[in-house]
T-cell receptor, first 112, second 113 residues
Framework: AQSVTQPDIHITVSEGASLELRCNYS??????LFWYVQSPGQGLQLLLK??????LVQGIKGFEAEFKRSQSSFNLRKPSVHWSDAAEYFC??????????FGKGTRLHILP | DTGVSQDPRHKITKRGQNVTFRCDPI?????LYWYRQTLGQGPEFLTY????????KSRLLSDRFSAERPKGSFSTLEIQRTEQGDSAMYLC???????????FGPGTRLTVT
């Protein structure tokens, strides 16, 4: 069965510092992978997605993610975070039946 | 703006009451999904529609839950005889055809007292 693991429940970084959020997935075939962001009390916004091709994908708001098949990982990165990036981030994997399985999320805190 | 909309945004109800939520997807999106999100968890799939046909239901969707999409446009999710464990955020998403790129609404937060 498909699953997603986000090992870090909370991450705190200083404004201007670099960020990496970890994501590991379990899926038998080539996965469809996503990162979503959720601000408090809001729905989810798609940051980026990987379906095939270049394993380094660029998203909105300056985020990028790298698909590493050998490590079953799809980590999210940003070179310099802004206070407005404080939110909850969800990694997700899509299966052939069009259903998306989400991880439990990582809450990002930004120090001024 | 023609994003996904949900109504109401918040609902407080007493245990045992019935509630109904509405979702209006992005126009021309054939697929509509319902998810439930509890505190500290990611969204969990409940069910989805292709046009008016309900194609899959999760085991999370007990017989107290029913969803409809009668004309292939908006959808409703009804919970009968609510229980405190039903307290959660209910999220709706839509996507075009078989695309996996889903666009989410703001959610309906349900509190059962």
């Amino acid at each position: 069965a498909q699953s997603v693991t986000q090992p870090d429940i909370h991450i705190t970084v200083s404004e201007g510092a670099s960020l990496e959020l970890r994501c590991n997935y379990s899926y038998g075939a080539t996965p469809y992978l996503f990162w979503y962001v959720q601000s408090p009390g809001q729905g989810l916004q798609l940051l980026l997605k990987y379906f095939s091709g270049d394993t380094l994908v660029q998203g909105i708001k300056g985020f990028e993610a790298e698909f590493k098949r050998s490590q079953s990982s799809f980590n999210l990165r940003k070179p310099s975070v802004h206070w407005s990036d404080a939110a909850e981030y969800f990694c997700a994997v899509g299966a052939g039946d069009d259903k998306i399985i989400f991880g439990k999320g990582t809450r990002l805190h930004i120090l001024p | 703006d023609t994003g996904v909309s949900q109504d109401p945004r918040h609902k407080i109800t007493k245990r045992g009451q019935n509630v109904t939520f509405r979702c209006d997807p992005i126009s021309e999106h054939n697929r509509l999904y319902w998810y439930r999100q509890t505190l500290g968890q990611g969204p969990e799939f409940l069910t989805y529609f292709q046009n008016e046909a309900q194609l899959e239901k999760s085991r999370l969707l007990s017989d107290r839950f029913s969803a409809e999409r009668p004309k292939g446009s908006f959808s409703t999710l009804e919970i009968q005889r609510t229980e405190q464990g039903d307290s959660a955020m209910y999220l709706c998403a839509s996507s075009p055809n078989r695309a996996l790129e889903q666009y989410f609404g703001p959610g309906t937060r349900l509190t059962v007292t």
